[in-house]
């Protein structure tokens, strides 16, 4: 979503989204953009992980898009991170990034609870919920113009060097005939891309259920250090990152996003990820927060009809934002500065 969380502390930081249904995104949401972590574990408790400043969302002057307030019907489905920062107001076009060196320090984990009790692998997408009636979806976003993108080091983390830009409208490659085209190339170099959906507080404060679905498609991954999703909840001055990160640098593997510790946490046991190129992918993912013991709680991800369990729970972070609901893409640059093109269609969050 949108947040300046720095996600890399040891060489390389919403959406992952999803709606729901079988299948196959450090955003600036009011949080704060994730950098790769190396140190990360299995379990969310030993690990250390990077920080970052992070910047009000509510300092976003573009418009929310406007959702409609019944749930999509039933399709077939599939789904890092995180980052998000103030808000600049997103336009398409090509923007060189700012240069800086990385401003995330290592240092050992605060203690915040977390469990991560194991994914279940081979289920099918039933796991998914049927949203209520009632449920508000943010459809096509694709087609909805970004609030803001960035690839400082507070705001992405990453070197905060090389240069990055989004394209609405893609003909080719798409399967709506208007896919958005996320472009991020530089050494080490990463950049996230947010929708802040909704500031309303009575809505944000209503919600609990998140369910994100989106394709992705890429044609090179030479220059991948990770894909980052994620829808972004920011109630009560607690923020929520429910991102998700295909990690290629450590072993092309899930990760999720521990908000109160500042790290990646590897999901247990091992769940692999990459993305094919030339092809697109459907990807879901289904997630809960608990607003009186600010936890949230990872449940599923289907990736192209594949499904997983996953009950992973973690603390949200106190930082006195403001109300947002938010969604992220961010693409994680590698040492050799290979540009990441990426495509995103059909993306719909919805929630309850």
Not at 47 to 76: C, F, I, M, R, V
Not at 131 to 144: D, I, K, M
Request: glycine content about 12%; proline content about 5%; some cysteine.
């Amino acid at each position: 979503m949108s947040r300046a969380v720095l996600k890399n502390t040891a060489g390389a930081v919403i959406l992952a989204s999803l709606i729901y249904w079988v299948g196959c995104g450090g955003s600036q949401n009011p949080g704060a953009a994730l950098s790769q972590n190396s140190g990360t574990t299995a379990t969310p408790t030993a690990a250390t992980g990077s920080t970052s400043s992070n910047t009000d969302p509510a300092a976003s002057t573009s418009q929310p898009s406007t959702p409609t307030s019944s749930a999509p019907s039933a399709g077939s489905g599939t789904s890092g991170s995180s980052g998000s920062t103030g808000s600049t107001s997103g336009s398409t076009g090509s923007a060189s990034g700012s240069t800086g060196s990385t401003s995330g320090s290592t240092g050992s984990t605060s203690g915040s609870t977390g469990s991560n009790s194991g994914s279940t692998p081979g289920q099918t997408a039933s796991i998914l919920p049927t949203p209520p009636a009632n449920a508000t979806v943010f459809s096509n976003l694709q087609s909805v113009p970004l609030t803001g993108d960035c690839n400082a080091s507070s705001c992405a983390g990453g070197s905060g060097s090389g240069s990055y830009f989004d394209a609405m409208n893609q003909t080719t490659p798409s399967l709506s005939g208007a896919s958005l085209e996320l472009d991020s190339a530089g050494v080490d170099a990463n950049t996230l891309f947010y929708w802040h959906n909704s500031t309303d507080a009575t809505l944000v404060g209503s919600i609990s259920h998140f369910l994100e679905d989106f394709w992705v498609y890429t044609d090179n991954t030479a220059g991948v250090q990770a894909f980052e999703y994620d829808p972004d909840w920011y109630v009560d001055g607690y923020k929520f990152d429910m991102s998700i990160q295909c990690d290629y640098a450590d072993g092309n593997m899930w990760r999720l996003w521990n908000s109160a510790n500042n790290q990646w946490v590897a999901v247990s046991p091992t769940l692999p990820c990459g993305w094919s190129v030339n092809t697109w992918h459907h990807v879901q993912l289904y997630t809960t927060g608990n607003l009186a013991n600010h936890t949230y709680t990872y449940q599923a991800l289907v990736i192209d009809g594949n499904a997983t369990v996953l009950n992973a729970t973690y603390s949200a972070l106190n930082n006195g934002w403001g109300p947002t609901i938010g969604t992220e893409a961010q693409l994680d640059g590698n040492s050799s500065g290979i540009a990441i093109h990426e495509w995103i269609d059909q993306m719909t969050l919805t929630v309850w």
